[in-house]
């Protein structure tokens, strides 16, 4: 589910090419396997929709494989049209703002917790300076009937750690890598997360499998300490951490998807009912329900010098 202006790009698209959307340079793929737009502010994936997903659009033409690299802003109050396994906002921020939506990278900390900040008074960015930071692309390579891309900042972002991602996609799946690597002298404990809006036709009539019997943090119980009595049911409000590294499937009554997460051991089930942030519409919070990959308070890593972590998580239909 993403915006009229993104839609119509992706449209006018024909094999690869990069374009100007909401002032951020984006990739965008329109290929027979299927549909990927990533944001470089971020290295965001913004869409996913296999071959077998879409239709294009009444009346609209794919353009030419030289096509320029037009610009087209979020218009406001704009719409969004159904499609894809991601949902992003029709009102995204002006830069320096991130956009709400799709895949963002939150690196080197989860939430607000900074466990990695290395500002002295511990007031780093919500979730850290990667979701918003300028990302390059290095590689576009073709890989299993999809392809596969390779980013890093285009600034440094930690004395210590320099982060990589990944993209994979193709007809049947989309896989997102966080990859760390500590160049540092010294030990650093990180957390982070993939933190994943999947696009949902009502978030309050989801259910989560696999997380059943699994303990959790509620954070809007001031993080109580609980446990999952059965499968998870969303019926409102919910911002969870649960202690579990099992897979788990996303059913909205019309699309399941599993999503299988590597060295994550904690699964954080979020949406905020029926007060949303200020980007974002009550109605359409109602059509995402995000479904992360993380780390955690509960399940934080030590990086020592040399080491490498990767932080994974891999979106398949559930057949």
């Known amino acids: 589910m993403i915006p009229e202006t993104l839609r119509t790009l992706l449209d006018n698209t024909q094999g690869q090419r990069h374009a100007e959307w909401a002032g951020r340079d984006v990739w965008l793929a329109n290929e027979p396997w299927g549909e990927l737009a990533v944001s470089l502010q971020g290295a965001q994936v913004l869409h996913y929709a ?35 396994w991601l949902w992003v906002t029709p009102t995204p921020q002006a830069l320096p703002g991130a956009i709400r939506g799709g895949i963002p990278l939150c690196w080197p900390w989860f ?31 073709e890989h299993e009937d999809g392809v596969e891309l390779h980013l890093s900042p285009l600034e440094r972002l930690h004395s210590q750690l320099v982060p990589r991602a990944v993209v994979q996609a193709n007809a049947h799946r989309l896989h997102v890598e966080l990859i760390t690597e500590h160049l540092g002298e010294t030990p650093v404990k990180i957390t982070g997360a993939l933190h994943s809006y999947l ?43 649960y202690h579990s590294n099992a897979e788990v499937v996303l059913d909205d009554e019309q699309r399941r998807l599993r999503i299988a997460r590597q060295n994550s051991d904690s699964v954080v089930v979020w949406n905020p ?36 972590h990767l932080l994974g998580t891999t979106l398949s239909r559930d057949t």
Not at 218 to 236: H, I, N, S, T, Y
Not at 293 to 302: F, G, H, I, K, M
């Open 50 to 84: 296999p071959a077998s997903d879409h239709a294009p659009a009444e009346g609209s033409s794919p353009a030419p494989d030289n096509a320029p690299a037009a610009g087209t802003a979020a218009a406001p109050g704009e719409t969004l049209v159904p499609g894809g």
């Open 111 to 141: 939430a607000d917790e900074h466990t990695a900040d290395e500002s002295p008074d511990r007031s780093g960015p919500m979730h850290g300076p990667a979701r918003k930071a300028n990302w390059r692309l290095e590689a576009v390579d």
């Open 199 to 241: 696009a949902v036709e009502d978030a309050h009539a989801c259910r989560v499998e696999g997380l059943a019997g699994a303990r959790y943090l509620d954070k809007l119980k001031d993080f109580a300490d609980c446990e999952q009595q059965g499968e998870l049911g969303v019926r409102g409000s919910i911002d969870r951490i």
């Open 273 to 308: 009912g029926e007060a949303p942030p200020e980007d974002t519409a009550p109605a359409d919070a109602r059509r995402f329900l995000c479904v992360e990959s993380a780390n955690t308070r509960l399940d934080p890593v030590w990086l020592v010098p040399g080491a490498q």
